[in-house]
């Protein structure tokens, strides 16, 4: 089994900044792509940044300048800087562990969401 574990959601101010961690833990051979969803109320999951295992990024174009991901191959964990917080990035966000090898290659495997929200 795979454990993926969020943290450092919260709530904060618009203009502010938080910084979200994921760590994947369990039975994962290998971990190719790794990545940060949301969900808002009423709305589907996006994809916010994702990181290869080379570090090669993507972001959605509403976080592009404003947040980073980045990773620890070592702890298989990632990170996502959030900085010039904005009401419409409230959401609850997911972690995303995509299996690199074995017989679950290709396997995703998401993290419980840790809440973000952004308000004065």
């Known amino acids: 089994q795979v454990q993926v574990v969020e943290s450092g959601g919260g709530s904060v101010q618009p203009g502010e900044s938080l910084k979200l961690s994921c760590a994947a833990s369990?039975?994962?051979?290998?971990?190719?792509?790794m990545g940060w969803y949301r969900q808002a109320p009423g709305m589907q999951r996006d994809v916010v940044a994702t990181?290869?295992?080379?570090?090669?990024?993507d972001y959605h174009d509403s976080v592009k300048g404003r947040f980073a991901i980045s990773r620890d191959n070592v702890k298989n964990t990632i990170y996502l800087q959030m900085n010039n917080l904005r009401p419409e990035d409230t959401a609850v966000y997911y972690c995303?562990?995509?299996?690199?090898?074995?017989?679950?290659?290709?396997?995703?495997?998401w993290g419980q969401g840790t809440q973000v929200t952004v308000s004065s």
């Open positions: 995303a562990v995509t299996e690199g090898a074995g017989p679950m290659r290709g396997q995703i495997w």
């Open positions: 369990g039975s994962i051979s290998s971990i190719s792509a």
């Open positions: 990181i290869s295992s080379v570090g090669n990024t």
